[in-house]
């Protein structure tokens, strides 16, 4: 099992940025991929954005290809998300997500169902 850690949230006006962090520890050597959901309050959970652990191969929603950019550090364990050009639309509360199973490869990295362990959350919220 791997333990995930969300940091970097908090209230930003639009047009401003924020970098979210998230910390893994336990098995991560298991770690295939990580990725990035959120969820807005009434609304269902939705894919941000993910990276594959190994080859640093990246995937993005449409809805935040240009703005932002999913990074990870290796030796820290530790995936980036960082947000430019935010929009009041963006609030939510994030998500960190690691796929452990190699299930994002055979099915997508937007499916929910193929991460294995979650944190709890970091809250985003962009004001108009």
């Given at each position: ?37 959120r ?14 652990w ?47 199973k ?5 099915s ?21």
């Open positions: 099992q791997v333990q995930l850690v969300e940091s970097g949230g908090g209230l930003v006006q639009a047009g401003g940025s924020l970098r979210l962090s998230c910390a893994a520890s336990g098995r991560t050597l298991n770690i295939y991929a990580m990725g990035w959901f969820q807005a309050p009434g609304k269902e959970r939705e894919f941000v954005a993910a990276i594959e190994s080859g640093g191969k990246t995937f993005y929603a449409d809805s935040v290809t240009g703005r932002f950019t999913i990074s990870r550090d290796n030796a820290k364990n530790t995936v980036y998300l960082q947000m430019n050009s935010l929009k009041p639309e963006d609030t939510a509360v994030y998500y960190c997500a690691s796929d452990s190699k299930r994002t490869y055979y997508s990295s937007s499916d929910s169902q193929a991460y294995d362990d979650w944190g709890q959350g970091t809250q985003v919220t962009v004001s108009s």
